[in-house]
């Protein structure tokens, strides 16, 4: 049940988002944050750090550009 | 001959008037007991005669004639019905009691008939 | 995809001893055939059972332990049973134990204290640790969607509630199917996305106040940021009480409805007894009037005796009146003719009287006197009698009462008789209610709960408003926040506050990307399901004129005539048909996979549904196992329908009443 492949179809509808309103947010941060909820959906506060991470390490990435 | 100022029911009379007042129609056993007096003079005038008729016993309650004839018609009606009479009281004893005792055979035979019946 | 390959049972409920099914690695339908009281039901529950450690009855309770394992190993000394299903997920074996042992000193176990359960998981092969299981048991089969894998039809039905707005059941289904369809994981990303971006416009913030150029906005900005995390706490609570109300309604509905008929029975009970003491009073007051009408009653009864007796002194005092009248006219003749005797002069005409007349006078006068006599002593007494008799018999006369106390009396007889029927009817409700419980407990106790449920209702409503408030004030404080941040943007020209302004402006659009595509990706999830369970249902119904299904907002399904009506109210056959639509729609489309167990899903379909849900069901999900009655649906053309997806069949034969053998066919 964790197979990526069941989640594309919720990938797609986001992307479709990003690529017309916000197309300098990475579709990589968006799909790997979308991961990191589907895997801790038993764990919200593990989640949400997972979450904070992801942006946080993309966040340095613009800074240091 | 003086009339009585009391008038005192025999046993029977007086349960059968206490009968009738349980139905909830009578006020109390004066007013079941005017009613049979009026029963026996409409439905026995002819072969019943208050003069003679002895009351078989005054075991029942007792009531002033005060209370039972409290403006004097009764006295004066039975004057006028039986002129020859000195002592309206004591034909209305023998009626009263002649009364409720016919009363009472109708009951013992049909059951408590409705008051109407008894009136027609 | 999450299949299930065996499942084994020992000297659990029915099943003596060990017993396994084995369920295939390929995709397809399993068959257990069994009647009433084998067994289905009690696998679907075991099913449960494992996965989640709850055995419920019925009626949705949870049971005891002590009753669970099979009644003749319990005679044979043997409390303890088990459980063990095997699964893969994609590639990842998994085998899942539940068992209970009595525990150590305790012969036999007498309630759930004296057991102890052991759950162990491996995960290809290896033992997981306990957080480690309860984290995958929770991903691979999440409790609250377990309703679409594992279910009854018989509770197929309470799918209508989707159709209905507000309810406490339609909604609870609502919230299972958005998580089966990952809609969660949408919401969870915008919450925590938000946090993130709050930090970061915290942070912004904290630059912008240690700045002199932009003190004054930062300071009002954290101004309006505490006033934020103030109402978002708020909001949080008003939603935590509401969801809490929400929850007692249900208790308060559900206790209520437990309660129906006895509420019922008290309505009754109380209508009677109003309506008895109305007729009561009625009576008393007829009552009343017959007694005032007995009162006077014997003179009218007398009248009778009156009038007759009043017609003989009629008559009498006629006759004495008329002597007596005759006598004083006479008497005045008599009188005249002496005075003119008298006076040798008639008054009368006026003329003298010579004495040859005054003799004749005088004659006539002797004969008069000696004829005419008046009424005398005794008849003047009579007479006087007789008018005090007649006027006494008069003033007596009255009219009878026969006829108003005839309809007195039958008012009376009516009422009299309709109170004694309605004093029956009290006795019978009474002796129904005193089944129930003391009849004034009772009434006291459901007066509590409908007044509990009003009030509970009142605070939902409160809440609902408060929450409302609540949101409106957050709005307003958020665009008060934008209209800040954007003088910020403006005016400011320090580095770190720019690279902090473009790390928020970031986060916001990774936040909207998420806001967005929830509202987004639901109305994909309903395109999708319409279409998937439209197709599922056109393949079973035998309806030609209804030709599709459209879904609500709460995933509800209506069915659409050709001519483009929603069919309004729809036979319970067709409720499972539309429901299962949904189920295989649901399984089509949700992230998570995994098989469908189904206990008699038949319900009351005729045969031509039976017959297409069969041929449907490899269509709802890659693994089907169905639990069915024998003759529920016809054995040889269910294999025929399913031909090659049919994988494996078993009956539950039956060893003895307490004792079902799970036999492969």
């Known amino acids: 049940m964790t197979s990526r492949v069941e989640i594309e179809e919720l990938i797609n509808v986001l992307e479709d988002i990003r690529n017309t309103q916000h197309p300098d947010v990475p579709a990589e941060l968006i799909r790997n944050?979308?991961?990191?909820?589907?895997?801790?959906?038993d764990d919200r506060a593990q989640g949400r750090k997972d979450v904070k991470k992801l942006v946080d390490d993309f966040l340095k990435t613009i800074a240091e550009a | 001959m003086t009339d009585i100022v009391n008038i005192r029911l025999s046993k029977d009379a007086n349960d059968i008037a206490e009968r009738l007042v349980s139905t909830g129609k009578f006020e109390n056993v004066v007013t079941a007991a005017k009613?049979?007096?009026?029963?026996?003079?409409?439905?026995?005038?002819?072969?019943?005669?208050?003069?003679?008729?002895?009351?078989?016993?005054?075991?029942?309650?007792?009531?002033?004639?005060?209370?039972?004839?409290?403006?004097?018609?009764?006295?004066?009606?039975?004057?006028?019905?039986?002129?020859?009479?000195?002592?309206?009281?004591?034909?209305?004893?023998?009626?009263?009691v002649f009364g409720l005792m016919k009363i009472g055979e109708r009951i013992a035979l049909e059951g408590m008939p409705p008051v109407s019946m008894l009136c027609e | 995809m999450l299949r299930f390959t065996s499942l084994t049972v020992e000297n659990f409920g029915p099943f003596k001893g060990t017993q396994t099914i084995d369920f295939t690695n390929e995709n397809g339908v399993t068959i257990i055939w069994g009647n009433n009281g084998r067994g289905k039901t009690t696998l679907l529950n075991i099913f449960r059972y494992a996965l989640f450690g709850r055995y419920k009855n019925r009626r949705g309770t949870e049971v005891d332990l002590t009753t669970l394992p099979n009644i003749e190993g319990r005679t044979e000394g043997n409390y303890n049973f088990k459980v063990v299903l095997k699964m893969i997920n994609d590639t990842t074996r998994y085998e899942l134990t539940r068992q209970c042992k009595v525990r150590q000193g305790i012969a036999v176990p007498k309630n759930n204290d004296d057991y102890e359960t052991l759950v162990f998981l491996k995960e290809n092969g290896s033992v997981l640790a306990p957080d480690a299981r309860a984290h995958v048991l929770k991903v691979i089969m999440p409790d609250e969607v377990s309703r679409f894998f594992l279910f009854d039809g018989e509770l197929l039905q309470e799918y209508e509630e989707l159709l209905l707005e507000g309810t406490e059941v339609g909604s609870k289904i609502k919230d299972s199917i958005e998580k089966i369809l990952g809609v969660p994981v949408l919401t969870n990303s915008a919450i925590d996305s938000q946090a993130v971006l709050e930090e970061y416009r915290k942070e912004k913030n904290k630059i912008a106040q240690s700045n002199a150029q932009t003190q004054k906005i930062a300071t009002q900005m954290e101004g309006l940021e505490a006033e934020k995390r103030e109402q978002n706490a708020e909001l949080e609570r008003l939603q935590g009480d509401l969801a809490g109300q929400y929850e007692e309604r249900s208790r308060l509905e559900?206790?209520?409805?437990?309660?129906?008929?006895?509420?019922?029975l008290l309505d009754r009970m109380d209508s009677?007894?109003?309506?008895?003491?109305?007729?009561?009073?009625?009576?008393?007051?007829?009552?009343?009037?017959?007694?005032?009408?007995?009162?006077?009653?014997?003179?009218?009864?007398?009248?009778?005796?009156?009038?007759?007796?009043?017609?003989?002194v009629a008559a009498e005092l006629t006759e004495l009146e008329n002597r007596e009248a005759t006598h004083a006219i006479e008497k005045r003749?008599?009188?005249?003719?002496?005075?003119?005797a008298h006076a040798h002069h008639c008054q009368l005409c006026d003329q003298d009287v010579d004495e040859h007349h005054v003799q004749a006078l005088l004659d006539r006068i002797g004969a008069y006197t000696r004829g005419v006599s008046g009424l005398n002593g005794e008849e003047q007494a009579a007479l006087q009698?007789?008018?005090?008799?007649?006027?006494?018999?008069?003033?007596?006369r009255a009219s009878s009462k026969a006829e108003i106390l005839s309809l007195l009396e039958t008012q009376l007889d009516k009422l009299e008789v309709e109170i004694d029927?309605?004093?029956r009817q009290l006795k019978a409700v009474r002796e129904e209610l005193e089944r129930h419980g003391d009849v004034e407990e009772l009434a006291n106790s459901t007066k509590a709960a409908v007044s509990a449920l009003a009030q509970c209702l009142k605070k939902i409503e409160n809440l609902k408003e408060g929450i409302q408030l609540t949101k409106n004030k957050l709005k307003e404080i958020e665009n008060a926040l934008s209209t800040l941040e954007a003088k910020l943007n403006r005016v400011s020209t320090d580095v770190d506050l720019l690279r902090a302004g473009k790390k928020v402006s970031v986060c916001e659009q990774i936040h909207d990307i998420f806001e967005k595509g929830i509202a987004a990706y639901r109305d994909k999830l309903k395109t999708d399901v319409e279409r998937d369970a439209t197709e599922l249902f056109v393949g079973i119904s035998n309806d030609p004129d209804y030709v599709r299904l459209k879904i609500n907002d709460?995933?509800?399904?209506?069915?659409?005539?050709?001519?483009?009506?929603?069919?309004?109210?729809?036979?319970?056959?067709?409720?499972?048909?539309?429901?299962?639509?949904?189920?295989?729609?649901?399984?089509?489309?949700?992230?998570?996979?995994?098989?469908?167990?189904?206990?008699?899903?038949?319900?009351?379909?005729?045969?031509?549904?039976?017959?297409?849900?069969?041929?449907?069901?490899?269509?709802?999900?890659?693994?089907?196992?169905?639990?069915?009655?024998?003759?529920?649906?016809?054995?040889?053309?269910?294999?025929?329908?399913?031909?090659?997806?049919?994988?494996?069949?078993y009956r539950l034969i039956r060893y003895s009443s307490f004792h079902t053998e799970i036999e492969a066919q």
């Open chain 3, 272 to 312: 009677l007894e109003a309506d008895i003491a109305t007729k009561k009073g009625n009576k008393a007051d007829i009552l009343a009037q017959i007694v005032a009408q007995t009162k006077d009653a014997w003179r009218g009864l007398v009248s009778y005796r009156v009038d007759s007796i009043l017609q003989t």
């Open chain 3, 333 to 340: 003749l008599v009188d005249d003719m002496k005075q003119a």
């Open chain 3, 421 to 423: 029927d309605s004093e």
């Open chain 2, 35 to 96: 009613f049979a007096l009026s029963y026996a003079l409409k439905n026995h005038f002819a072969d019943f005669d208050p003069a003679t008729y002895s009351v078989p016993d005054s075991a029942g309650s007792n009531y002033n004639v005060g209370s039972v004839d409290n403006d004097g018609k009764l006295a004066a009606l039975l004057r006028a019905i039986y002129p020859e009479t000195e002592t309206p009281y004591i034909y209305a004893r023998a009626l009263m």
């Open chain 3, 254 to 264: 559900g206790d209520l409805q437990q309660s129906d008929h006895v509420r019922t």
């Open chain 1, 33 to 41: 944050i979308v991961y990191a909820e589907f895997e801790k959906q």
């Open chain 3, 385 to 396: 009698s007789l008018r005090v008799r007649k006027a006494t018999l008069e003033s007596m």
């Open chain 3, 554 to 649: 709460n995933y509800g399904l209506s069915m659409v005539h050709v001519s483009g009506e929603l069919v309004p109210l729809r036979s319970a056959g067709f409720e499972h048909v539309v429901a299962l639509s949904l189920i295989g729609a649901l399984h089509k489309n949700a992230p998570l996979r995994g098989p469908i167990i189904m206990d008699s899903p038949f319900g009351r379909l005729d045969p031509d549904h039976k017959r297409n849900i069969t041929k449907s069901l490899p269509n709802m999900s890659e693994q089907i196992v169905l639990l069915a009655y024998t003759h529920e649906v016809d054995e040889q053309q269910a294999r025929e329908m399913l031909a090659d997806t049919l994988r494996k069949e």
